[in-house]
């Protein structure tokens, strides 16, 4: 009678673990169910949904070109009963349904990974840069506070400098290598003052230095040098009378400028205008982090006419151009 009645509880026990997999193979394991469209048109390209295998409460949203190639995906919580792609993911956020968690992951256009967001409930925690072959570049503690470890690599995929920071300040073990891996460079921080060893600044192009470049002769000289140069013989003609441009200028460590970005819509023979009049122009003093020359961008504003041709690191300051 025993073993009938053990027999028939092992049944039991069977036909409702059976049939709770069923329920949960028609349900889905996740607490929450996609409905409609898993892929819709978007202007321009597509966007999909897919559940996240690896979390029940999860999903992916990516972002496809006209080609249908992946732009972006990005990893999402949603604690809401049914998600609708076609739906309105304002609402889903107004709502409190939906968060950006996880990997948020861009690609170049031959499919290689640009960057990595990492995020915990719409909060930036990490950043991965990469180079054009896939391999890691830069690996930046938070977004607008640095808190965590702050990690450089070379393109052979060897580590070039490491560190801590919290709060926005170097707080830990920094550590600088050579391509080959072999540490040349140690310094220890305490709440963004070093301690013992040397000062480690990061071989990156900064765009907050502590001391920005300045040009050695002092602006007043600089503008002359420029306006001498836009009003010489050698200059392209110029198609305007008048104009305000916006550039962010990339500095050496020598002061030299190597790069310029063009914020202001211009055609080309402006561009043309512009690249001339920097061209060869006489070093800044360089940008400076902890008293170390430093590579640097800022943004700076060029204003040319006529009369004379002005740079400056303050936008709006020449009321009176003429």
């Not at 003609?237 to 200028?249: A, P």
Request: aromatic fraction near 14%; include cysteine; hydrophobic fraction near 35%.
């Amino acid at each position: 009678m025993k073993t009938n009645v053990l027999l028939l509880f092992v049944f039991f026990c069977f036909v409702f673990q059976f049939q709770e997999a069923q329920s949960k193979d028609k349900q889905g394991t996740h607490t929450f169910k996609i409905v409609g469209s898993k892929r819709i048109s978007t202007s321009p390209g597509w966007k999909t949904v897919a559940y996240d295998p690896e979390s029940d409460n999860h999903l992916y949203i990516s972002h496809l070109n006209v080609k249908r190639n992946v732009v972006s995906t990005c990893r999402h919580l949603f604690t809401g009963e049914k998600f609708k792609l076609a739906g309105d993911y304002v609402v889903y956020r107004g709502k409190r349904e939906i968060q950006i968690d996880g990997s948020n992951t861009f690609y170049n256009k031959d499919g290689s990974i640009s960057k990595t967001l990492i995020y915990k409930k719409d909060i930036i925690v990490s950043q991965v840069f990469f180079y054009p072959d896939g391999q890691k570049q830069t690996l930046i503690p938070g977004y607008s506070s640095l808190n965590g470890e702050y990690k450089l690599w070379y393109p052979n995929g060897q580590l070039s400098f490491s560190g801590y920071y919290k709060a926005n300040l170097k707080d830990g073990n920094f550590e600088q290598f050579d391509e080959s891996g072999v540490s040349v460079k140690k310094g220890v921080y305490k709440e963004g003052k070093l301690t013992s060893g040397e000062k480690m600044v990061a071989d990156i192009i900064y765009t907050e230095p502590e001391i920005p470049a300045k040009y050695a002769l002092g602006e007043e000289e600089l503008n002359h040098y420029l306006t001498k140069k836009a009003l010489s013989s050698d200059a392209p003609k110029m198609t305007f009378i008048q104009k305000v441009f916006s550039l962010y200028i990339a500095f050496d460590k020598n002061g030299k400028i190597f790069d310029i970005k063009n914020a202001t819509a211009t055609d080309r023979k402006e561009e043309e205008f512009i690249k001339y009049l920097l061209k060869d122009c006489p070093a800044f003093r360089p940008a400076l982090v902890e008293s170390i020359p430093v590579q640097s961008q800022q943004p700076m504003t060029l204003l040319i006419s006529k009369f004379a041709a002005r740079l400056s690191a303050h936008e709006g300051v020449y009321d009176n151009f003429d």
